[in-house]
Structure formats: structure tokens, C-alpha cells
């Protein structure tokens, strides 16, 4: 049992160029989120979905794609990568009793 | 290492004294609260949750405090020790709602 894993771990992008963050969970949850984390900053939620082939949109979607077309799947893509969009990405899952598990976070710095 | 923590407000204690961290929540209609602990560079992790229909929980070595009528949460770890040093954050979801909106976090330092 892994629980929410997240690939890449880091990575380094140039400003315009695309690139897709990956999220598995093993405890089927419906629920799973994407967040952002920034420097004296709480987590901000970019996106959300509430089961397999829906998503909605959080506090900071704008730059953002996302898709769930498997349940243990949710996938956070960035079309054309901006300098405002360095930071540390977190996947969650929620329980029904809504404890989220994150995963260990990916650190994206866009230059 | 992680640069969550730039502009935070600390919490240093000594080990083995008791820590408080506090939390102002910023909806009244607000139903459920929840307390993470993040360590450097890893993801957030749940500690312990509190409803709005309670006023205080308690964990293990941990205690929920719940004030809504200043919308005031509070974390109460007791014998603090190095392994709880850490940025500590508090979410609170709207009621019923699928989205929880987090507070920007408490470093917690434990001196040895």
C-alpha cells in the first residue's frame, strides 16, 4: 500500500514549455486534489475532482489542466509553463471521513 | 531544504515543555477543522481533527481545541519532542463543502 505517490520529483522547465505532473492513490478514493505551496504560503487548491471523469476548479486554476480518467489517477498538466508557476505541487486524497493523505509533492521551477 | 517556511511565525520551546499553536479560522460557517504537521520537504500529514459540534479533542500526546465564538483553533502537543519539529498547519472546510482552505502555518522548533 503506497498510498499518494507523485512522479516527476523535481523538475526544471523552461517559460512556454508543457509538461504533465502525475498523481496515484491506492486506497480508492473518490476524492483527490491538486494544491500548490509557495514560501510563506498555506496550500492554495488548483484543482479538484470528486470521482473518475469529473473535475472542478479550485482558488488558483488559471494555467492549470487537469484530468481523472481513472480513479487512481489524477494528472495536472501546464500547457505553457510560466515563471509564477515555480513551486511545490501536492496531490491529495480524501477518505469518506475526509482525512486527506498527501503525496510527497513534486518541486517545479519554471525559468 | 524547504522554503516553506520563509515569513512564518516560530514556536520555540525546550524539550519536554508542552507546545500551543494557534490557528484563527476565518468562516463561521465552517463544520470541520483539521491539524497537519509538514516536515522539510516532505508532504503534509494529518494529525488530529475536531467538528464544529465539539470543543476540544484529544490524541495521542495531542489536543484539539475548538473556540467558535472567536473562531479560534488550537493545537496542544505535550512533551514536545525533536521529531515534532516542523511546520504545522490548520484547515477548515466550509460546511459540507468537498474543499478545505488552509491557514499559512506555524514553524514549531524543538531545542534540545
Known amino acids: 500500500n503506497a498510498g499518494v505517490t507523485q512522479t516527476p520529483k523535481f523538475r526544471v522547465l523552461k517559460t512556454g514549455q508543457s509538461m504533465t505532473l502525475l498523481c496515484a492513490q491506492d486506497?480508492?478514493?473518490?476524492?483527490m486534489y491538486w494544491y500548490r505551496q509557495d514560501p510563506g504560503m498555506g496550500l492554495r487548491l488548483i484543482h479538484y475532482?470528486?470521482?473518475?471523469?469529473?473535475?472542478a476548479k479550485g482558488e488558483v486554476p488559471d494555467g492549470y489542466n487537469v484530468s481523472r480518467l481513472k480513479k487512481q489517477n489524477f494528472l495536472l498538466g501546464l500547457e505553457s509553463a510560466a515563471p509564477s508557476q515555480t513551486s511545490v505541487y501536492f496531490c491529495?486524497?480524501?477518505?469518506?471521513?475526509?482525512?486527506?493523505?498527501f503525496g510527497p509533492g513534486t518541486r517545479l521551477t519554471v525559468t | 531544504g524547504e522554503s516553506v517556511g520563509l515569513h512564518l511565525p516560530t514556536l520555540s520551546v525546550q524539550e519536554g515543555d508542552n507546545s500551543i499553536i494557534n490557528c484563527a479560522y476565518s468562516?463561521?460557517?465552517?463544520?470541520?477543522f483539521i491539524w497537519y504537521k509538514q516536515e522539510s520537504g516532505k508532504g503534509p500529514q494529518f494529525i488530529i481533527d475536531?467538528?464544529?459540534?465539539?470543543d476540544k479533542r484529544q490524541g495521542q500526546r495531542v489536543t484539539v481545541l475548538l473556540n467558535k465564538t472567536v473562531k479560534h483553533l488550537s493545537l496542544q502537543i505535550a512533551a514536545t519532542q525533536p521529531g515534532d519539529s516542523a511546520v504545522y498547519f490548520c484547515?477548515?472546510?466550509?460546511?459540507?463543502?468537498?474543499?478545505?482552505?488552509f491557514g499559512a502555518g506555524t514553524i514549531l522548533r524543538v531545542k534540545s
Open positions: 484547515a477548515e472546510r466550509m460546511e459540507y463543502g468537498n474543499k478545505l482552505v
Open positions: 475532482s470528486v470521482g473518475e471523469g469529473t473535475t
Open positions: 468562516n463561521s460557517a465552517s463544520d470541520y
Open positions: 486506497m480508492n478514493h473518490e476524492y
Open positions: 491529495a486524497s480524501r477518505n469518506p471521513s475526509y482525512e486527506q493523505y
Open positions: 475536531i467538528r464544529s459540534n465539539m
